[in-house]
């Protein structure tokens, strides 16, 4: 086996499992690895996670979890159109969404029962240019839909829902390979997607302004031993300029722009299993956080193993837990601590 075939094996992160519950409303991040797969390619890959963010205030309130357990499903299909040719198409159900639920607990007497529930599905169409052994461009186009409903009486939007509403946004990169030591640097631009969500319910009826921030990702793999590797990842987005207006003017959101870090190992074991650790990291931004999003940083790591089945055919599964930083709410005082969230994910695909 290649260096190059055990860097595609080893370097395991299972659907999503390094950044679900990220920064802003990020779910499930865009990478471009599906366009560098060798030959005809699919795969689909399944998710769970389970967030638990809790609070304790002073006073006759106790612990509180509100952050509700989500899925993520990836499809993809990668397929050569001659020698310099390759396209793409990718789904994504999760990659943004929100689901914060303050009713039932202690806290939802000082929130009036804040709740939010975000929901965005993604269909990406992406192609890939090989100019030389080494480089290549690729881009596409990004369909997103988005709707959500929310009880947020501060802004005027007391059982409020927002109508599903679609849009396009553009995807660009380049890539420096050198397949003899699996070397590959890919960076990737995301472009912002702009909505406005008809708005109805509550003491606010009208458009609500949202987004979808613009991104760039930096990928990054190389070989450093015999079936060994390290791989890694950057991602900048800027939630800065995402933040979620209603229709009388008031922010709905404090986002603010995040950059993630990855890094990790990966190793052939056998012929048939490869396996992989990493780190990932997001600084804390300090100070109060919105109670829609109430955690500040993450650090966290995530084991992979990849089981070769036969016939072109790949099992892949992982598990992620990281802690994520304590902080204060914006409205409510309430301090936000002991902070985790687990995935657990697996992916079935096949090269042909």
């Known amino acids: 086996m290649t260096l190059k075939k055990v860097a595609t094996s080893a370097a395991i992160l299972a659907a999503g499992t390094s950044t679900a519950f990220a920064g802003g409303l990020d779910r499930s991040t865009f990478s471009s690895a599906i366009l560098f797969e060798e030959g005809n390619y699919a795969e689909v890959a399944y998710a769970v996670t389970t967030p638990k963010i809790s609070s304790e205030q002073l006073g006759p309130f106790g612990p509180s979890e509100i952050a509700q357990s989500f899925n993520t499903v990836k499809l993809g299909f990668k397929a050569d159109i001659g020698k310099k040719f390759a396209v793409a198409i990718t789904y994504n159900n999760q990659p943004v969404g929100s689901d914060i639920n303050y009713s039932g607990t202690p806290l939802g007497i000082a929130t009036s029962n804040l709740s939010a529930n975000v929901q965005a599905v993604a269909l990406s169409l992406l192609g890939r240019y090989k100019a030389t052994d080494n480089f290549s461009v690729y881009g596409g186009v990004n369909y997103q839909t988005v709707s959500a409903t929310a009880n947020i009486v501060a802004a005027g939007l007391a059982t409020s829902n927002f109508a599903s509403e679609s849009e396009v946004g553009y995807i660009i990169g380049a890539a420096y390979e050198k397949p003899e030591i699996a070397l590959r640097v890919a960076l990737t631009y995301e472009s912002e997607i702009d909505y406005e969500l008809n708005t109805t319910g509550g003491a606010s009826t009208g458009i609500t302004t949202a987004a ?128 985790t969230v687990t995935t657990v994910g697996v992916k079935l695909s096949k090269n042909f």
């Open 212 to 339: 979808t921030p613009e991104a760039w990702t930096l990928e990054f793999q190389t070989g450093v031993a015999p079936k060994t590797l390290v791989f890694g990842k950057i991602r900048h987005a800027a939630w800065g300029d995402a933040n979620i207006i209603s229709p009388a003017g008031v922010a709905l959101t404090e986002f603010e722009d995040t950059t993630a870090y990855t890094l990790g190992v990966g190793r052939k074991f056998t012929d048939n299993v490869s396996g992989s650790f990493s780190l990932f990291y997001e600084a804390a931004d300090g100070g109060t956080s919105s109670e829609l999003a109430p955690t500040d940083g993450i650090f966290g790591g995530t084991i992979g193993v990849s089981v070769k089945m036969g016939k072109g055919f790949k099992v892949s599964g992982g598990i992620s837990h990281s802690n994520r930083g304590d902080t204060v709410g914006t409205n409510t005082g309430a301090v936000f601590s002991n902070n």
